[in-house]
């Protein structure tokens, strides 16, 4: 899945589309902030493709191992916002580590409550940024993350929170089954 993100990366990092708003007329979103949706489904289904009663009797913490896969996703998603940023000097190439290390963090939160529904998360929460995320006048709110400058230090703090206490949950509440 990484060299794929990374192709996507690269090839979306100047693209911008305008998308409707139900707060403000249309909302100029770019296509690299919803880039790391992929990287959280595909992380959900390697975290969720697991055999518990294995996991129960093995030698090794799965949990610790868990909690390496995601914060690696994270770091490798970082990376190549650098590279992203690097080829196109683009605000939005930067934005991507932090926006990926925020919805990482949020669907591994979920994920100690719901089970396997948290790949939703990040899903809704990009949805909620799109279509409520803007003023009238054009201001995005604080809450979104997702769009905000490179330089906004809340955004930042918001992704550092959500992507420490998302691994925490990962190791203290490795999985829960969600019953369907």
Known sequence: M?????????????????????LAGTLPAPVIALLPILLCAALALCLDSRLPAAETTATRRVAWMDTALAGATV?????TALLAWKLSGAD???N????????????LLVRSVAGSRAVLAPVAWGFAVLFLGSAPDGHIYFWTVLLRPSTDPIA???????????LAALLVRPATTSGI
């Open 96 to 107: 991507l580590g932090r926006d990926t290390a925020f919805l990482v963090g949020l669907m």
């Open 156 to 166: 930042a703090a918001a992704a550092v929170l959500a992507c420490a206490g998302g």
């Open 2 to 22: 990484f060299l794929p993100f990374c192709f996507l990366a690269v090839l979306w990092r100047d693209t911008v589309l305008d998308l409707p708003s139900f």
């Open 92 to 94: 939005a190439g930067l």
């Open 75 to 79: 770091l490798a998603a970082c990376a």
